[in-house]
């Protein structure tokens, strides 16, 4: 079934010490987001990749990285993750037609747990 | 940077209609309005989406009045497991690009 994975679905890393999260998607969609969703809260849009475009979110801050080699993939990079970025993180894609409000196709997500 | 605004929760009962509203007043002249269902430890699933008037698939049904302010999602005979997170996701024109915007979120319990 096409569909969008994340690896690891647990991932625990150290205070301080740099953490990569990745997605890949079966879809072919053009448009790959990267959302960060604690406890009780909405999914907040970290950024997203248009094709190769990147498009940041202006209070994202600089402590996430992304990076997408390739349609099917896209890595989240914590460069030092701080107690505050204990959370869920999910990825999705959408089509990227041009519309707003695209549906979008999320993945199961990965629980980050700082140490 | 405008947001929508949803019940923070509902309880329910199995077989029970839910009738959850989202606020969006400032909605784009081009914007879909689109519903997400979320549950514990999952990423969330579209549920349904509509532009205007009503709009009904097999799971659900959605009611957008004519100055699409607002728009009404609408769960027939639920049950247990429609116990979630329902989010209304819409375009939001104040910000550039069109951001798309999650509102709260409604935390449904359905009881037995």
């Known amino acids: 079934d096409a569909m969008v994975i994340q690896n690891p679905r647990y991932q625990v890393t150290q205070f301080g010490k740099p953490v990569t999260l990745s997605c890949s998607q079966t879809?072919?969609?053009?448009?790959m987001y990267w959302y960060q969703q604690k406890s009780s809260q909405a999914p907040k849009l970290l950024f997203h990749y248009y094709d190769k475009d990147f498009n940041n979110e202006a209070d994202t801050p600089d402590n996430f990285q992304s990076r997408r080699p390739n349609t099917s993939f896209c890595f989240l990079d914590i460069r030092s993750p701080g107690l505050g970025d204990a959370a869920m993180y999910l990825c999705?894609?959408?089509?990227?037609?041009?519309?707003?409000?695209?549906?979008?196709?999320f993945g199961p997500g990965t629980r980050l747990l700082v140490l | 940077l405008a947001k929508t605004t949803q019940p923070i929760s509902m309880d329910s009962y199995e077989g029970q209609e839910v009738n959850i509203t989202c606020s969006h007043n400032?909605?784009?002249?081009?914007?879909?309005i689109t519903w997400y269902q979320q549950f514990p430890s999952q990423g969330p699933r579209f549920i349904i989406q509509g532009y205007k008037t009503k709009v009904t698939n097999e799971v659900a049904s959605l009611f957008i009045p004519a100055d699409r302010k607002s728009s009404t999602l609408s769960l027939p005979r639920v049950s247990l497991s429609d116990t979630a997170v329902y989010y209304c996701l819409v375009g939001d024109r104040e910000a550039a690009g069109n951001k798309l915007t999650f509102g709260g979120g409604t935390r449904v319990l359905v009881k037995p």
């Open positions: 400032n909605i784009a002249t081009n914007d879909y």
């Open positions: 999705a894609t959408s089509r990227g037609s041009g519309g707003t409000a695209e549906t979008q196709y």
């Open positions: 879809l072919n969609h053009n448009v």
